[in-house]
C-alpha cells in the first residue's frame, strides 16, 4: 500500500479553496492509502503568532479534519510539533539546501516582499516541509497547484541526499486534482481564494454561517452576459463557480451548463448556494461536537504516538547516512 502525507498551517479559517484543492480528497484516499495528515504548526510561526490563538487554531484544525470524515482507524492524524523529528529532519536538510533555490520559492518572494526585516524560517521552511513528507516516504502529496513548486523541491532535496550519502528517501510525487485544484476570489476571479483576503466577500469559509455563505455566493462577481458557460479567459467569475458547482455536485461542468441553458445567473446562484450548504451544514455539526470532546484528544495523541515511530526510524537513518552522534541499529 502506497503512503500519502499532507499537512495544512492551522492560521485560521480554512476556506473553500483549501476544502476542494486539497481536504476534499483525503475522505477518498484513506480508502486506498496509508495517509499521515498533519496540522503543520511549526510551519505557521515563520510569521507572528499569538500563542493562544494559535492553541485554538490547532485544536480547530484537528476537529475539521474529523468533521470532514477523516476516520482515525484508516488514517494517522497528528500535530507537528508533537514529532521532534520533523525540526531534526528539517536541519539536516537544510544543510543539503542551497540558499538560490530557497530564495527562488514564490511563497518567500510574495511574503518577504517590501518588508526591511524578514525571518529567516520565511526562507528556510521549505527544507522542513521537505522532512515533514520525506519523514513518511510519502508516494504521493495531495496539494492545490500553488503548492506544486514545494514538492519539486522536496524531490529534488531527497534525490540530492540519497547521491550524496545513501539510498533513503522515497521520491514523491504531488497530486493534483484535475478540477478545482484552483479556487477563486469571489470577487476578483483573477486572483487565488485566500483567508488573508482584506474583502471577507471574496472567500467562503468552511465555518462561515450558512447565510453569510448564501449571501457570498449571490454576491459573487460575473459578468453581463447572463450566459452560464465555462470560459476561463472571458468569463473567469461564472468559470469559478462552475468549478464550484462541479465539486460540490459531482457533476460535470458540461452537464451543469446544459441544465441552465436558457436560465440566468440568479438561478445558477441559488441552486450553487443549495448545492455547497448541503455539504458544509453536516460538517459544522460534526466540527462542533469534536472540539470540545475528550475524544479529538485521545486521537491526536494516538496520532502523534505512531507518527512519532515511522518518523524517529526515518531520522536515525538520516544521522547515520551523515555520519552524526554514535552509530545506532
Known amino acids: 500500500m502506497q503512503t500519502i502525507f499532507s499537512g495544512i498551517q492551522p492560521s485560521g479559517s480554512v476556506t473553500l479553496g483549501n476544502y476542494i484543492g486539497a481536504m476534499k480528497q483525503f475522505i477518498e484516499l484513506q480508502n486506498e492509502y496509508n495517509c499521515f495528515y498533519c496540522i503543520v504548526d511549526q510551519h505557521a510561526i515563520t510569521v507572528p503568532q499569538d500563542a493562544k490563538k494559535l492553541r485554538e487554531n490547532i485544536r480547530s484544525l ?72 520525506l519523514l513518511y516516504n510519502a508516494d504521493l502529496v495531495p496539494v492545490g497547484e500553488d503548492q506544486k513548486q514545494h514538492i519539486e523541491l522536496t524531490r529534488d532535496l531527497a534525490e540530492r541526499f540519497n547521491k550524496k550519502y545513501r539510498e533513503i528517501f522515497t521520491i514523491p510525487d504531488a497530486r493534483i486534482p484535475k478540477e478545482g485544484a484552483r479556487i477563486m476570489s469571489l470577487q476578483d476571479p483573477t486572483k487565488k481564494m485566500s483567508k488573508s483576503d482584506p474583502n471577507p466577500k471574496s472567500y467562503i469559509a468552511l465555518l462561515d454561517d450558512p447565510k453569510q455563505i448564501e449571501k ?68 459544522q455539526e460534526r466540527y462542533y461536537d469534536f472540539l470540545n470532546s475528550p475524544k479529538l484528544d485521545e486521537i491526536l495523541d494516538a496520532g502523534a504516538e505512531k507518527a512519532n515511530k515511522v518518523a524517529s526510524k526515518t531520522v536515525k537513518k538520516m544521522e547515520n547516512a551523515m555520519g552524526l552522534g554514535r552509530k545506532r541499529k
Open 216 to 283: 457570498k455566493i449571490k454576491s459573487a462577481v460575473t459578468d453581463s452576459e447572463g450566459i452560464v458557460k465555462f470560459d476561463k479567459e472571458n468569463k473567469p467569475g461564472i468559470s469559478n463557480l462552475l468549478t464550484i458547482y462541479s465539486n460540490f455536485s459531482n457533476k460535470s461542468i458540461e452537464e451543469i451548463e446544459t441544465f441552465y441553458e436558457g436560465k440566468g445567473y440568479g438561478d445558477f446562484k441559488a441552486d450553487l448556494a443549495e448545492v455547497v450548504l448541503n455539504e458544509i451544514r453536516p460538517i
Open 62 to 133: 484537528a476537529a475539521l479534519y474529523l468533521a470532514i470524515g477523516l476516520d482515525p482507524e484508516k488514517a494517522t492524524l497528528f500535530i507537528q510539533s508533537e514529532v521532534p523529528a520533523h525540526a531534526q529532519a528539517g536541519w539536516m536538510l537544510q544543510c543539503v539546501s542551497y540558499i538560490g533555490e530557497l530564495e527562488r520559492m514564490t511563497q518567500f518572494k510574495d511574503k518577504s516582499q517590501g518588508k526591511e526585516a524578514v525571518v529567516a524560517g520565511l526562507l528556510t521552511y521549505p527544507p522542513l516541509m521537505a522532512g515533514d513528507i
